[in-house]
C-alpha cells in the first residue's frame, strides 16, 4: 500500500512545466511559489520565509477557535428576551389545512406565540436560484401564507417559547387536520410527463450529429441503464439562525454560503431594503450546497417580527430533512458505440430526475460527458418530472457526482467488451480540446494523472480479463475512473485592502467559510499578491456588509476571491503611486509599472528601486491605504477558454463470498485541478470529498416513500454515512500545474473528490466479483 | 419531550417503591429511552435512575455467572471469564452501537430497548400497530430492510434489535426480575414474545418490574461459540442478520449445538429444530446447509428483505463452518 503523504515534502517546482508527476515528490510540490503564469510580467523579489504564502501547508486560521470551542455558530447568539423556536410539519404531500388545534399550546409553559399560515404576517414569495441573480431560496414556495400543503414535511406552523424544551413540547400538542389532495409522489408517475429541462440557463439537450444511429452501426456498443436514490443534507451543523429585529435591522446570525445573496432574497421576503438586513455568518459548520435559503429563516424572522422577541431557531436534523432539500434522484442511460480501437463514435447519456414546480433545479448529470471525452457524435439530454416533495437543490458536486458514475462505469464496460485498458481507452479519447465547445483547454494534464495514479496504485493493466483474486471469504479487485468537475467563476465578488501602519492588512470579502478554509486561503493569497507576511493579513469574511456578493458554491469561491484581490490589489497601487514622495525614483511611475513584494512598493522595470509599504502609509492622512474593487470579468470560463478539472481515482475492493459485505480498503486519487494554493486545506477537501463519495456509493440514500412522500430516515441512525471503520488510507496527490486563466492558477477542490470514487468502487467491485452493480447505493444484496 | 421528574434510586426496593404507574418508568443509561422520549414515543413524567444497582458479575456456586442489570455493556464485554467463557457474548455487545454508547449502555436497558423500525419512530407521520394498536402497520408496503422474517405476524414485522440479547439466547440465560409480588426468574428464550396481533405487548414483564440480573449457565466444556454480525456499514448499524453458533464435537460427530439469530425476528431467534438436526451428524458443510434449511423453513418475507432468508443461511454455515474448523 502507498503512504506518500503529499505534504511530506517541500520543494521548489517550475509553473511552466508541464510535466510533473515524475515521482511523487514531484506531486508534492508545494514550494515557495511565484505567482501563476500569465498573471505576472516581471519577474518580483523571489518570494521567501515569511513572505511565501501560496502552497505553504498554512494550518486553518479557524482551527484552534473551533477546538477550543470559542468559535459562535448561528446557533449560539444570546440576546435578552431571546426565544426558542420549534416547527411542526406536515404528514401529508399535497392537500389543504381544515383545521388547527393551537389552543394547547399556547396554554403550555413557557409558550409566547404560536404562529401559524393564520396569524403570519403577510410576505412575498422568495426568489429561488435562478429566477433573479441574487436568488438565494431553494423554492419560491409561498412560506406559512395559506393552508395549502406542498410536500410531506412543510412547516404548518411555529411555537416559540422561553426554553428550546418548551417550544419542543408546545409543538407536539398541536393538532392539524387535512383535506388530502392527490399527490404525485411516485418517481415512475412523474417520469411519465417529464419535459427535456434546462439548468443555470441553458437547455440541457445536446445534439451533435446522429448518435442512436451512431450507436447501431457502431462495431461495438454498449446500452445501459442507472439508477440513482435522493440524498439529504446532512452537515455537522444543523441549520439555525438567530435572529433580531432592532432600529429597523433585521440582524440574522446566519450559517449561510452567501450572506449577501442570503440577506437580498429574505430582505424582498420581508418587502425591505437589503440595506435592512444585517446577515452574518462567521462560522458555518459545513455547507454542500444545503446553507442557502430555506423556509426556518423567513419563519424565524416573521415569528420575531410578531412576537417582538428575538428568536433562535436551530433545525432538529428531522427538521433538516423535512425542510432543506438536497440531490434529486436520477435515472440515467448511459450508452456508448466504438471502432475497435475504442475510439466513440457515440456516446449518448440522457434520462430523468425530478424537481418542483416551484423551483429551477434540475440535477446537471450529463455535464463530464459534455467535456470528458471526444466522441463523433453526441446525444445529452435531461428531463426533469415534477413531484410533490421538498424542494432538491444543490448537494456537492451536482450533476457529477452521479453523472461520473454513470458514465465512468460504462467507459470500463466498454473497456472490457473492447479488450482495453481502462486507463488506455480513456487516453484514446482524450479531447485535443472541448469536444462540444471547441474551445482550447486553458490547462489539462489528465492524462499525466492517469498515469501517476496508476504508479503509486500499483494498477495492473487489463485487457477484457478480471485481475480480482480471492483471500479467503474475500473477493478482491482493484477499479479505476476519472474525476471530473468544471471551472467557475460568478460575478459579484469584490475584497477591500487596507494597508495598516504597523505592516500588515486587513482583507474584506463578503466570501463564506463553512470550514473548509477560506480565511487561510484568503491570507494566503493576499500575502503573495500584497507582498506583506501571511501572518500580518488578517481576513474579514461572512457579513453582507462587507464588500462582494459571494457565494462559496461550485468550488468557485477561491477563483472569486482572487479575481476580487487581483482588481483591489490594482487598485491598492494606484493609491500608492500617488503617495509616492517627489524625492523618490519611483515618483511620477503609472500602478500598471508598480508592484507590491516583501513588504514594499517597488518599481516593476527596476525591483531594487523600493519604498517600504508602512512609510507610504505613514504618508497618508488617515494612516492607512484602502482600496476596494471587484473581480474582472468572468470572460476566462463563460466565452473564452474550456476550464475544466479532472482526475483520476483508484480504489481496491473487497467482497464478501458469504455476505455480499463490501468494504474499501485503499483508495489513491491525483487530481488536475490548477495551482493547490494550500496542500493541508486541499487535502482535507479531497479526502472528505472522497468520503462523501464512498457514502453514496455503498450506503446513502434517503428513504422517500412513495404511497405519501415522506422520508422515513430522517436521522443518523437511519441515514447511513461512513463510520471510521469504513473509510480506508486514502492517498491524494495532485498535478499542481497553473491554470494560466484562473485568478490564482487555481481551479477549485471542494467538489471534484464526489465525483470518481463510486465508479471506481463500481468497477472495482465487478473485478473482483464480476457482477455488475448500476443502482446507487450498492448495498451486499447485490451481490450475494 | 414532556415534563417529567427525575430521581435516583438507592435500592431495588426503593426502586420498586417509586415505581407508582404507568407514568412511571425505569431509567438505565437512558441511550434508548431518552430517544423514544424526544420522539414523543414514550412519554413517562417520572423517570427514576437504576443505574445505581445491581453493578457487579459474580461468580455463582454452580459455576455460572450473575450479571447485575446495571452492568455497562462495556464491562461485560471486558470481563475475563466472560471473554473466556462466553465469547460470543463479548463479541456480541462489542459488534453493538458504538463504544460511547456502550460504555453509558446498561444490561437491563439492552434487554429491553425497542425497535429500530423507522415507522415506529415517526410519531407524527406514519401508522404503527406497536405504538397505537390497531392502527395498521406502514412497514409492510413500505421500507423494511430491517425488518423480520421469523415470528412476524400481519399486524407487526419489527425485529428486536439487541445484539447481545442473541447471545444471552445461545447461553440459555436467564433474567432475574423483581416486582410488588416478589421475585421472579425468566429463561429469556420466553422472555420475550411474539407480536401477534398484540405488537405493543413485547416480553412478559409486568408493569413495574425491575430486571435486576442475568444468569449465565455453568458454561460447557469444549463448546466453541462465536457470533458473526452482518450489517449496511462496517460499524455502528443494527444487524441485517446476526449469528450466535456454537457447536461440541467429540469423536467426529457434533453432540450439542446451538444456534441464535439477530435482525430477522422479534425476538432472539433460537432455532432449535435446525439444532436438533445437527446434533449426532458429522460436523460437515451438508449437515450446516441441511440445519440452516430448517432454521428458516418459515420465513416470510417482505420487498425489502427477501434477501435475509438466503443471508442468514449463509451465515449459519460459515459460521458453524467456522466452529468445526476451529475444532479440527
Ligand atoms: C445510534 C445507536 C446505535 C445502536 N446500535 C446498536 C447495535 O448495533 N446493537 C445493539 O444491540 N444495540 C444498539 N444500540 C442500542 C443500545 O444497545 C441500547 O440503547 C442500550 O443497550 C440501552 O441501554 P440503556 O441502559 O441506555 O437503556 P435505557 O435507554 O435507559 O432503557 C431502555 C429500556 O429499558 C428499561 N429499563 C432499563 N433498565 C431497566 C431495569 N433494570 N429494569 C427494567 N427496565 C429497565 C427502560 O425503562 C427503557 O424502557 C444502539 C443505540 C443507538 C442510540
Ligand atoms: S413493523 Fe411493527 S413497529 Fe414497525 S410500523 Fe409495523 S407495527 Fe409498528
Not at chain 1, 515618483?587 to 508602512?614: C, F, R
Not at chain 2, 423494511?144 to 440465560?173: F, K
Given at each position: 500500500m502507498t503512504n506518500i503523504k503529499p505534504?511530506s515534502s ?8 508541464r510535466q510533473v508527476l515524475a515521482g511523487s515528490a514531484a506531486v508534492a ?190 462495431e461495438v456498443s454498449i446500452?445501459l441503464?442507472f ?107 448511459v450508452?456508448l458505440?466504438s471502432d475497435r480501437e475504442g475510439r466513440l463514435?457515440?456516446l ?20 463530464q460527458s459534455?467535456?470528458m471525452y471526444r ?25 457529477a457526482?452521479?453523472g461520473t458514475f454513470t458514465l465512468e462505469v460504462a467507459l470500463d464496460e466498454l473497456a472490457e467488451r473492447l479488450a482495453i485498458d481502462p486507463i488506455e481507452l480513456r487516453v484514446r479519447n482524450e479531447p ?12 489539462r494534464a489528465l492524462v499525466d494523472a492517469y498515469r501517476e495514479g496508476a504508479r503509486r496504485f500499483g494498477w495492473i493493466p487489463r485487457s477484457g480479463q478480471r485481475q480480482g483474486y480471492r483471500e479467503g471469504e474475500w473477493q478482491v479487485g482493484t477499479g479505476m475512473a476519472a474525476a471530473y ?160 478539472s479532472t482526475g483520476a481515482v483508484f480504489t481496491e475492493v473487497r467482497v464478501n463470498s458469504v455476505t455480499g459485505e463490501i468494504r474499501v480498503p485503499r483508495i489513491t486519487a491525483i487530481y488536475d485541478c ?9 487535502e482535507?477537501?479531497f479526502r472528505?470529498g472522497i468520503i462523501?463519495a464512498l457514502g453514496m456509493t455503498l ?23 461512513p463510520?471510521?471503520l469504513d473509510v480506508p488510507h486514502i492517498d491524494v496527490g495532485w498535478t499542481d500545474i ?14 471534484i473528490g464526489m465525483s470518481g470514487p463510486a465508479a471506481a468502487i463500481a468497477n472495482a467491485i465487478y473485478d473482483a466479483t464480476g457482477k455488475r452493480a448500476r443502482?446507487l447505493p450498492i448495498r451486499l444484496?447485490a451481490l450475494m | ?233 462496517a ?94
Amino acid at each position: 500500500m502507498t503512504n506518500i503523504k503529499p505534504n511530506s515534502s517541500s520543494h521548489k517546482s517550475d509553473p511552466n512545466r508541464r510535466q510533473v508527476l515524475a515521482g511523487s515528490a514531484a506531486v508534492a510540490a508545494i514550494g515557495a511559489f511565484g505567482l501563476p503564469v500569465g498573471a505576472q510580467t516581471t519577474a518580483a523579489p523571489a518570494a521567501s520565509g515569511a513572505f511565501a504564502s501560496l502552497g505553504v501547508p498554512h494550518i486553518r486560521r479557524d482551527g484552534a477557535e473551533k477546538a477550543r470551542g470559542g468559535a459562535k455558530f448561528a446557533a449560539e447568539y444570546s440576546y435578552p428576551g431571546m426565544v426558542y423556536g420549534a416547527l411542526v410539519y406536515s404528514t401529508i404531500a399535497r392537500g389543504t389545512i381544515t383545521s388547527l388545534e393551537t389552543a394547547e399550546a399556547e396554554a403550555a409553559p413557557g409558550v409566547v406565540l404560536v404562529m401559524t399560515h393564520e396569524n403570519a404576517p403577510r410576505l412575498e414569495r422568495p426568489e429561488p436560484f435562478y429566477s433573479s441573480p441574487t436568488g438565494m431560496a431553494g423554492s419560491s414556495t409561498p412560506v406559512m401564507q395559506d393552508a395549502e400543503v406542498l410536500w410531506n414535511g412543510q412547516p404548518v406552523a411555529v411555537v416559540l417559547a422561553s426554553t428550546q424544551e418548551e417550544a419542543d413540547h408546545a409543538a407536539t400538542l398541536i393538532n392539524v387536520a387535512y383535506e388530502e389532495a392527490e399527490a404525485v409522489t411516485s418517481f415512475d408517475v412523474a417520469a411519465e410527463s417529464a419535459q427535456t429541462s434546462f439548468y443555470a440557463g441553458r437547455d440541457l439537450l445536446i445534439e451533435e450529429g446522429d448518435a442512436e444511429t451512431a450507436l447501431a452501426d457502431a462495431e461495438v456498443s454498449i446500452d445501459l441503464s442507472f439508477n440513482t436514490p435522493a440524498h439529504n443534507h446532512n452537515q455537522i451543523e444543523p441549520h439555525a439562525v438567530t435572529v433580531l429585529w432592532q432600529d429597523g435591522i433585521l440582524r440574522m446570525h446566519d450559517c449561510s454560503q452567501g450572506v449577501d445573496l442570503s440577506a437580498i432574497t429574505i430582505a424582498k421576503v420581508f418587502g425591505i431594503s437589503p440595506a435592512e438586513v444585517h446577515l452574518s455568518a462567521e462560522y458555518v459548520g459545513g455547507g454542500f450546497g444545503g446553507k442557502t435559503v430555506w423556509q426556518y429563516h423567513i419563519l424565524a424572522a416573521a415569528a420575531s417580527q410578531l412576537a417582538d422577541r428575538p428568536v433562535r431557531m436551530s433545525l432538529t436534523r428531522e427538521g433538516v430533512f423535512r425542510i432543506c432539500g438536497a440531490r434529486a434522484p436520477t435515472r440515467q442511460r448511459v450508452a456508448l458505440g466504438s471502432d475497435r480501437e475504442g475510439r466513440l463514435t457515440s456516446l449518448i447519456h440522457t434520462g430523468t430526475t425530478m424537481k418542483i414546480e416551484n423551483n429551477s433545479m434540475t440535477e446537471p448529470f450529463f455535464e463530464q460527458s459534455e467535456h470528458m471525452y471526444r466522441a463523433d457524435n453526441m446525444h445529452l439530454e435531461i428531463r426533469a418530472g415534477t413531484m410533490d416533495m421538498l424542494a432538491n437543490t444543490f448537494m456537492r458536486a451536482p450533476g457529477a457526482a452521479t453523472g461520473t458514475f454513470t458514465l465512468e462505469v460504462a467507459l470500463d464496460e466498454l473497456a472490457e467488451r473492447l479488450a482495453i485498458d481502462p486507463i488506455e481507452l480513456r487516453v484514446r479519447n482524450e479531447p485535443e480540446v472541448n469536444p462540444t465547445t471547441g474551445r482550447a483547454h486553458s490547462q489539462r494534464a489528465l492524462v499525466d494523472a492517469y498515469r501517476e495514479g496508476a504508479r503509486r496504485f500499483g494498477w495492473i493493466p487489463r485487457s477484457g480479463q478480471r485481475q480480482g483474486y480471492r483471500e479467503g471469504e474475500w473477493q478482491v479487485g482493484t477499479g479505476m475512473a476519472a474525476a471530473y468537475y468544471p471551472y467557475k467563476r460568478f460575478p459579484g465578488g469584490a475584497a477591500r485592502i487596507t494597508l495598516n501602519g504597523e505592516g500588515g492588512a486587513l482583507i474584506e470579502t463578503a466570501a463564506a467559510d463553512m470550514g473548509m478554509g477560506t480565511t487561510t486561503a484568503t491570507a494566503a493569497v493576499a500575502s503573495e499578491r500584497l507582498g506583506i507576511p501571511y501572518d500580518a493579513i488578517e481576513v474579514r469574511h461572512g457579513d453582507n456588509t462587507l464588500p462582494g456578493a459571494l457565494i462559496a458554491a461550485a468550488s468557485q469561491q477561491t477563483a472569486a476571491i482572487g479575481a476580487s484581490l487581483t482588481a483591489a490589489h490594482e487598485v491598492l497601487l494606484a493609491e500608492l503611486a500617488s503617495l509616492v514622495p517627489a524625492t523618490s525614483p519611483l515618483h511620477g511611475l503609472p500602478a500598471a509599472e508598480l508592484g507590491t513584494a516583501e513588504g514594499a512598493l517597488y518599481s516593476l522595470a527596476d525591483p531594487q528601486q523600493q519604498i517600504p509599504l508602512v512609510d507610504l502609509v505613514a504618508l497618508s492622512e488617515s494612516g492607512t491605504v484602502s482600496a476596494e474593487a471587484q473581480g474582472g470579468p468572468i470572460s476566462e470560463w463563460t466565452q473564452d477558454w474550456s476550464m475544466h478539472s479532472t482526475g483520476a481515482v483508484f480504489t481496491e475492493v473487497r467482497v464478501n463470498s458469504v455476505t455480499g459485505e463490501i468494504r474499501v480498503p485503499r483508495i489513491t486519487a491525483i487530481y488536475d485541478c490548477g495551482k493547490i494554493l494550500n496542500s493541508k486545506l486541499a487535502e482535507s477537501q479531497f479526502r472528505g470529498g472522497i468520503i462523501m463519495a464512498l457514502g453514496m456509493t455503498l450506503m446513502e440514500g434517503a428513504s422517500f416513500d412513495e404511497r405519501n412522500g415522506r422520508v422515513m430516515n430522517p436521522s443518523f441512525g437511519s441515514y447511513y454515512m461512513p463510520t471510521h471503520l469504513d473509510v480506508p488510507h486514502i492517498d491524494v496527490g495532485w498535478t499542481d500545474i497553473p491554470d494560466p486563466q484562473a485568478p490564482t492558477g487555481a481551479r477549485g477542490i471542494g467538489e471534484i473528490g464526489m465525483s470518481g470514487p463510486a465508479a471506481a468502487i463500481a468497477n472495482a467491485i465487478y473485478d473482483a466479483t464480476g457482477k455488475r452493480a448500476r443502482d446507487l447505493p450498492i448495498r451486499l444484496d447485490a451481490l450475494m | 419531550m414532556n415534563p417529567l421528574t427525575y430521581e435516583k434510586a438507592t435500592s431495588s426496593a426503593d426502586a420498586l417503591e417509586r415505581h407508582d404507574g404507568d407514568a412511571a418508568k425505569f431509567l438505565g443509561a437512558g441511550t434508548n429511552l431518552v430517544d423514544l422520549m424526544r420522539e414523543g414515543i414514550a412519554t413517562p413524567t417520572r423517570l427514576i435512575d437504576v443505574t445505581g444497582l445491581a453493578q457487579g458479575i459474580e461468580e455463582q456456586s454452580d459455576g455460572g455467572l450473575r450479571i447485575g442489570a446495571g452492568v455497562s455493556n462495556t464491562a461485560v464485554a471486558d470481563d475475563t471469564t466472560i471473554r473466556a467463557e462466553y465469547p460470543a457474548l463479548s463479541r456480541a455487545i462489542l459488534a453493538g452501537a458504538s463504544a460511547q454508547i456502550r460504555n453509558m449502555a446498561t444490561v437491563g436497558g439492552n434487554i429491553l430497548q425497542r425497535t429500530r423500525c423507522s415507522y415506529f419512530y415517526d410519531v407524527a407521520g406514519s401508522r404503527c400497530n406497536k405504538r397505537t394498536p390497531g392502527e395498521g402497520c406502514d412497514a409492510i408496503g413500505g421500507f423494511n430492510r430491517a425488518h423480520g422474517i421469523l415470528g412476524v405476524s400481519d399486524s407487526c414485522i419489527a425485529t428486536h434489535p439487541s445484539d447481545m440479547s442473541v447471545a444471552l439466547s445461545l447461553y440459555d440465560a436467564v433474567i432475574n426480575v423483581e416486582g410488588d409480588q416478589g421475585t421472579r426468574s425468566i429463561p429469556i428464550n420466553d422472555f420475550y414474545v411474539l407480536p401477534g396481533d398484540t405488537p405493543d405487548i413485547e416480553n412478559q414483564l409486568n408493569p413495574g418490574e425491575l430486571i435486576v440480573s442475568v444468569d449465565l449457565p455453568a458454561p460447557s466444556a469444549n463448546r466453541r461459540a462465536t457470533y458473526r454480525k452482518v450489517r449496511d456499514r462496517a460499524s455502528y448499524a443494527f444487524a441485517l442478520v446476526s449469528v450466535a453458533g456454537s457447536l461440541i464435537i467429540e469423536d467426529g460427530l457434533v453432540v450439542d449445538a446451538g444456534i441464535s439469530l439477530g435482525g430477522v425476528a422479534p425476538k432472539p431467534w433460537r432455532a432449535t429444530e435446525a439444532e436438533a438436526a445437527i446434533v449426532g451428524s458429522p460436523p460437515i458443510e451438508e449437515t450446516f446447509r441441511n440445519a440452516a434449511q430448517i432454521a428458516l423453513a418459515d420465513a416470510t418475507t417482505q420487498p425489502g428483505n427477501v434477501f435475509k432468508t438466503e443471508l442468514a443461511q449463509r451465515v449459519i454455515v460459515a459460521v458453524l463452518q467456522d466452529l468445526a474448523g476451529d475444532a479440527q
